[in-house]
């Protein structure tokens, strides 16, 4: 039976609470009016949920909140208030809150909330077990995953969760920053949802000015201003049946928002110029690179349509945190661009992938290709040097202040066998996939581990 924690300085509240959920039968409750006293009880029994008022004497509920993610406990908590404060329920939500309900209670919403919570703490519970036998092999779709080069346990919860949503139809919201790969996640989303054989659209917000977003995204029809000669699809009409990638989503006008929300709800819109209303089966994957609670704040995102697309959350971590994938996309991005500029570069030299795993990628992995791009149309050598590397990049403060090093050290063969040994363990020991991402043949692949007497 289900353990849940009631706190609220209104005993009236309390006992309200108390007999609502016993009459349920299927949880246990405990009330608490002295939330001097919470931290103890939170502490002295395992809750699954923590029914919390917010506007407390001595111990607020915010400091509960603080209290629940600096010990790093376990219980789902669902905020009771009767004030609606806008900047208190992003608070609350940055804290882990699991939702935010005004006072006086609906009670239908209220028990909808307490099991879709504790159906979600048992999955947490399931999914910790599977995390730790995480690998790109026990995943169902990997294929769909197959251009995002990685052997981090970071990104390969993401692919977990990534398969987990697109077997729904919900929005997704995709956070991560700029050059982290969110447009691939979502691309992988679409290639394992039941609208694979359908189109998959993107579009980045933030490239558009804003009074021309609104005729590309909704389309408009013939004499809707000047220069529309004929009427025109948008991306949304476009992306009917399939799947709308939107990048950049805090870009947007409110007055768009606004659409959007629109389609979101009613799966319909207009084009501009029409008084029809069509209607649309799309769904809609966002992505941003801004703190939008914090765009909630400032007036500039509607709470209502964070809400609506924050169904499923995904989170990408930013190349700095997954630094054991920077040879692997260095190497990557170095066959790529030896095949776009017919360079016969063989490897990275030991100074230069030093320098690369020090530097803190502000522009992520689309910084990193870039950079790789960049050395391989100056280098005339069969090595990737140190001194080969963007200017900019050598200046920073991160690669300048680092000893000089010996940028031939070891000979091409040392380079080549440290290569394909990081390759090969990528790749579990599949010499097909090795020999898939070095560019090679499989037969040239097993001569160079017999030649280099690698197991």
């Known amino acids: 039976m289900s353990k849940i924690l009631a706190i609220d300085d209104n005993q009236a509240?309390?006992?309200?609470?108390?007999?609502?959920?016993?009459?349920?039968?299927?949880?246990?409750?405990?009330?608490?009016?002295?939330?001097?006293?919470?931290?103890?009880?939170?502490?002295?029994?395992?809750?699954?949920?923590?029914?919390?008022?917010?506007?407390?004497?001595?111990?607020?509920?915010?400091?509960i909140l603080k209290f629940i993610r600096r010990e790093n406990l376990r219980l789902r908590t669902i905020v009771l208030t009767g004030v609606e404060d806008i900047d208190l329920a992003i608070s609350a939500m940055k804290l882990g809150t699991y939702d935010y309900m005004l006072k006086p209670i609906d009670e239908v919403k209220l028990f909808e909330a307490i099991d879709h919570a504790i159906e979600q703490k048992d999955l947490q519970k399931k999914e910790e077990v599977i995390f730790q036998k995480l690998s790109p092999e026990s995943l169902k779709f990997k294929d769909a995953f197959r251009n995002i080069i990685t052997n981090d346990e970071k990104m390969f919860k993401v692919f977990y969760y990534a398969e987990k949503f697109a077997q729904t139809d919900n929005s997704v919201l995709i956070w991560g920053?700029?050059?982290?790969?969110?447009?691939?996640?979502?691309?992988?989303?679409?290639?394992?949802?039941?609208?694979?054989?359908?189109?998959?659209?993107?579009?980045?917000?933030?490239?558009f000015a804003q009074e021309l977003f609104s005729s590309e995204f909704f389309g408009y029809e013939k004499g809707a201003f000047t220069g529309a000669l004929k009427d025109k699809m948008g991306f949304l009409e476009e992306a009917d049946g399939g799947t709308l990638f939107l990048d950049e989503i805090g870009e947007l006008s409110l007055a768009i928002q606004v659409k959007l929300l629109r389609v979101l709800q009613e799966e319909e819109f207009y084009r501009l110029g029409s008084t029809k209303n069509r209607k649309v089966n799309v769904r809609i994957i966002a992505a941003t690179n801004k703190n939008l609670f914090e765009e909630i704040k400032k007036g500039s995102f509607r709470k209502d349509l964070f809400f609506r697309l924050n169904i499923n959350s995904i989170s990408l971590p930013p190349l700095r945190e997954r630094k054991g994938d920077i040879d692997l996309l260095a190497g990557y991005f170095l066959k790529k661009f030896n095949e776009k500029y017919a360079k016969d570069i063989r490897a990275i030299t030991p100074a230069a992938l030093n320098c690369l795993k020090e530097y803190s990628f502000p522009g992520n992995v689309r910084e990193l290709m870039n950079i790789i791009n960049s050395a391989v149309i100056v280098e005339n050598s069969n090595l990737l040097l140190k001194k080969s590397l963007p200017g900019y990049f050598l200046d920073s403060s991160e690669i300048f202040s680092l000893p000089d090093e010996d940028d031939s050290l070891g000979t091409l063969d040392d380079a080549e066998k440290n290569y394909i040994q990081k390759v090969l363990h990528y790749t579990n020991n599949n010499r097909t996939k090795a020999a898939e991402i070095l560019g090679i043949s499989r037969v040239n692949l097993i001569a160079k581990i017999k030649k280099y007497n690698l197991v």
Request: aromatic residues 6%; charged residues 30%.
């Open 177 to 207: 920053e700029s050059g982290s790969g969110k447009e691939l996640i979502a691309e992988a989303i679409h290639k394992i949802s039941s609208r694979k054989d359908e189109k998959f659209v993107a579009v980045n917000a933030g490239s």
């Open 13 to 63: 509240v309390l006992n309200f609470l108390r007999i609502l959920i016993l009459q349920k039968g299927i949880y246990e409750i405990d009330i608490l009016q002295d939330s001097t006293k919470a931290f103890e009880a939170i502490s002295s029994k395992d809750y699954d949920i923590l029914l919390l008022d917010m506007d407390m004497p001595e111990v607020t509920g915010m400091d």
